[in-house]
């Protein structure tokens, strides 16, 4: 579980790093931790435009310390639109591209 505190600095952390401006949606409990209607989520659920701003935030997110984790794993082979994913310690973010996952 990740809390309010621990999200926000995360990311503002990836968003020093970045080196350019880019598009995202928080989504899931995600966005739920930003409208103050939970306190601690599972993991950072974010939805991107375009596959230049994914891969801008993945080179950002790596020079923190984020990993490349398989999404195989969570999501299962048939799911269509499975996310990139990357974990820093126990969290992770699943980061989809246009839609989320397809039953």
């Known amino acids: 579980m990740i809390s309010v505190r621990e ?14 401006k880019i598009i995202l949606y928080a989504i899931g409990g995600t966005a739920m931790i ?6 601690e989520t599972l993991d950072i659920d ?3 435009d375009s596959e230049k701003d994914r891969k801008t935030f993945q080179k950002a997110a790596r ?7 398989d999404s195989i794993v969570v ?7 499975r996310p990139e994913m990357l974990k820093l310690e ?5 980061l989809f591209l246009n839609k989320v996952i397809h039953f």
Do not use: H, M, P, S
Request: aromatic content about 8%; some cysteine; hydrophobic content about 35%.
């Open 75 to 81: 999501y299962g082979a048939e799911k269509r639109n």
């Open 90 to 94: 126990d969290v992770r973010l699943d």
């Open 63 to 69: 020079k923190i310390g984020c990993k490349e984790q």
């Open 46 to 48: 974010l939805v991107f």
């Open 34 to 39: 930003f409208l103050n209607l939970k306190n």
């Open 7 to 20: 999200q926000n600095k995360l990311l503002t952390d990836i968003a020093k790093e970045l080196d350019r």
